[in-house]
Nanobody, 117 residues
């Protein structure tokens, strides 16, 4: 079955960096065939799109994150990454990996990032 498993979250001080990973399994084709997203949801907030990498390799970011976060993928390892730099307390959230095939959406269970001041 399809599974997305996030890892790499933890506690970091403001200004620090983390790299999140999303390991994908159960697909009959490579991860480069789909668009991949990172979303996040902070306490009391709606889930928001952080970054996207398309099947064509183009990337999109939330305006507020431009220059701090970078999404990438390793097709051979079936893994999508989110490099997070210059972290701020407002980045504290559960971060989720996501993809969509036709009308079917696939989500990981999330990894918690906590940024202290």
């Amino acid at each position: 079955q399809v599974q997305l498993v996030e890892s790499g979250g933890g506690l970091v001080q403001a200004g620090g960096s983390l790299r999140l990973s999303c390991a994908a399994s159960g697909f009959i084709f490579g991860i480069n065939a789909m668009d991949w997203d990172w979303y996040r949801q902070g306490e009391g907030n709606e889930r928001e799109l952080v970054a996207r990498i398309t099947s064509g390799g183009s990337t999109n970011y939330a305006d507020s994150l431009m220059g701090r976060f970078t999404i990438s993928r390793n097709n051979a390892q079936n893994t999508v990454y989110l490099q997070m730099n210059s972290l701020k307390p407002e980045d504290t959230a559960v971060y989720y990996c996501h993809t969509q095939i036709h009308i079917m959406n696939y989500w990981g269970k999330g990894t918690l990032v906590t940024v202290s001041s």
